[in-house]
């Protein structure tokens, strides 16, 4: 199986403006309007934090009382995330272990990345959201 090493691409990995085409995510205001309470959103598998940094944008702490967080488990990955000074919590670790509990999200976004796990196995808990 191919794996990609993050920490060699992490350096030049938003210099493509492919990595930048997030639009708004209608979920989270549809899910947040029916909530009415404080929201979670988790970004499994952040990378270098461009999802969140737009949705931050789209939903400004000023007009939503939403949480955001994001996982990835390439420290390299996670410093350029880190630099962008996002108001998220950003979090070191593996998708298999994701040191959040249980029902602690009400949506969780993910760019399909779960091919680069390396070692499969069931997973350690639920998710919630949508």
């Not at 461009?50 to 967080?69: D, H, T, V």
């Not at 962008?84 to 950003?90: I, M, R, V």
């Not at 009400?106 to 499969?120: A, H, V």
């Amino acid at each position: 199986m191919k794996t990609t090493d993050y920490s060699i691409i992490a350096e030049n990995y938003d210099k493509n403006k492919n990595r930048y085409g997030f639009q708004k995510d209608d979920n989270i205001g549809e899910l947040y309007g029916s909530n009415n309470v404080d929201f979670t959103v988790l970004d499994l598998s952040c990378g270098t934090g461009n999802y969140l940094e737009r949705q931050i944008i789209e939903y400004p702490i000023s007009k939503y009382r939403i949480k955001w967080i994001g996982i990835d488990k390439s420290e390299d990955m996670m410093r350029k995330a880190q630099a962008k000074n996002l108001n998220a919590d950003l979090i070191i670790a593996d998708v298999v272990n994701i040191p959040l509990e249980d029902n602690s999200v009400d949506y969780i976004k993910t760019g399909s990345r779960f091919t680069i796990i390396s070692k499969k196995k069931k997973p350690q808990r639920k998710c919630t959201g949508y």
